[in-house]
């Protein structure tokens, strides 16, 4: 790794200033700071409190977050200099002004997680697979998760929902969340630059919601440069077809097979009675296969 990656590299923001950059993706606004609790809770406030300042695609981007917080408000802290933290607001409008139904909101986080995909494979050179309903996995582990949030509606106008997305980039082993979590730095990635993979990120991520909101949020549309939202995501859902248990609000629980999304990108799990549930919210543990007692133990969770 060359010193210009090494860990602890601030972000360049010249590089991120560039005009070039941002007309090229459409982006109207992009701020970084150095330290904050949280982007999406500053996003969130500045979309509210300040709707006019914080159009569709603006950015904001920290060098340290204290207090990020993921699905079900857990809560981590990694190293300063050591993550892309980033977040996005949305007002998703079609090519005529005319705002996507609501309905189509859930498709976005794993629009983020699919541009994420894309820029891992491209940027990184480092294979990656999405995870229902959020998460972006290397060889199994979790680089990278995915959180929106919707906003409150003001003056009438459609609510902004607002993306964030947190990647471990250079945290050794010591320094992560949980021990299924890897880091670009830990896959051997052929590139470790934060501002790198930031504007590969929100460029895949631009072109990908452009076209989304073109094709009025239909998942089943085809998109520039081939098949459908709905299709990409399912062909690199590692979820699919696996046995898994979801954990759903309220202290439910079903196991059963995953065996596709529908078109609001919940997961339909079947159950051992060939029942089909639609997940939209939960956590999801993918299960290994089970074995018979007389075959060696390959029990556990996956």
């Given at each position: 790794?060359?010193?210009?990656?090494?860990?602890g590299?601030?972000?360049?923001?010249?590089?991120?200033?560039?005009?070039?950059?941002?007309?090229?993706?459409?982006?109207?606004?992009?701020?970084?700071?150095?330290?904050t609790?949280?982007?999406?809770?500053?996003?969130?406030r500045?979309?509210?409190?300040?709707?006019?300042?914080?159009?569709?695609l603006?950015?904001?981007?920290?060098?340290?977050?204290?207090a990020?917080?993921?699905?079900?408000?857990?809560?981590?802290?990694?190293?300063p200099?050591?993550?892309?933290?980033?977040?996005?607001?949305?007002r998703?409008?079609?090519?005529?002004?005319?705002?996507?139904?609501?309905?189509?909101?859930s498709?976005?986080?794993?629009?983020?997680?699919?541009?994420?995909?894309?820029?891992?494979?491209?940027?990184?050179?480092?294979?990656?697979?999405?995870?229902?309903p959020?998460?972006?996995?290397?060889?199994?582990?979790?680089?990278?998760?995915?959180?929106?949030?919707?906003?409150?509606?003001?003056?009438?106008?459609?609510p902004?929902?607002?993306?964030?997305?947190?990647?471990?980039?250079t945290?050794?082993?010591?320094e992560?969340p949980?021990?299924?979590?890897?880091?670009?730095?830990?896959?051997?990635?052929?590139?470790?630059d934060?501002?790198?993979?930031?504007?590969?990120?929100l460029?895949?991520?631009?072109?990908?919601?452009?076209?989304f909101?073109?094709a009025d949020?239909?998942?089943?549309?085809?998109?520039?440069?081939?098949p459908?939202?709905?299709?990409?995501?399912e062909?690199?859902?590692?979820?699919?077809?696996?046995?898994?248990?979801?954990?759903?609000?309220?202290?439910?629980?079903?196991?059963?097979?995953?065996?596709?999304?529908?078109?609001?990108?919940?997961l339909?799990?079947?159950d051992?009675?060939?029942?089909e549930?639609?997940?939209?919210?939960g956590?999801?543990?993918h299960l290994?296969?089970?074995?018979?007692?007389?075959?060696?133990?390959?029990?556990?969770?996956?």
């Amino acid at each position: 790794m060359d010193d210009a990656h090494a860990p602890g590299t601030p972000l360049n923001r010249g590089d991120l200033a560039d005009q070039r950059f941002l007309s090229a993706t459409g982006i109207p606004r992009l701020d970084v700071v150095d330290s904050t609790g949280s982007t999406n809770a500053d996003l969130l406030r500045g979309a509210t409190v300040d709707p006019a300042a914080w159009p569709d695609l603006s950015v904001l981007t920290a060098e340290y977050q204290t207090a990020a917080r993921g699905r079900l408000d857990r809560h981590w802290e990694a190293p300063p200099l050591s993550s892309v933290s980033v977040s996005v607001v949305l007002r998703p409008v079609n090519a005529e002004g005319r705002p996507l139904p609501t309905q189509s909101y859930s498709w976005l986080s794993l629009i983020a997680a699919l541009a994420l995909r894309e820029t891992l494979l491209e940027t990184a050179g480092i294979p990656a697979e999405l995870k229902w309903p959020n998460d972006v996995l290397v060889r199994g582990r979790k680089i990278a998760g995915i959180l929106a949030q919707l906003g409150p509606m003001t003056d009438g106008r459609v609510p902004p929902v607002i993306l964030g997305t947190g990647l471990n980039v250079t945290l050794r082993e010591n320094e992560l969340p949980v021990p299924t979590a890897t880091s670009v730095a830990l896959e051997g990635a052929r590139t470790t630059d934060r501002t790198a993979l930031l504007k590969s990120y929100l460029s895949h991520f631009a072109a990908l919601y452009r076209s989304f909101c073109n094709a009025d949020g239909d998942p089943a549309a085809g998109m520039a440069g081939g098949p459908s939202l709905h299709k990409r995501v399912e062909a690199v859902m590692v979820t699919l077809g696996k046995q898994v248990r979801a954990q759903l609000p309220g202290d439910h629980e079903i196991i059963g097979h995953a065996s596709r999304l529908d078109e609001y990108g919940s997961l339909l799990v079947v159950d051992s009675n060939s029942r089909e549930h639609v997940v939209t919210a939960g956590d999801v543990v993918h299960l290994r296969p089970w074995t018979s007692p007389d075959e060696p133990d390959q029990g556990g969770y996956a």
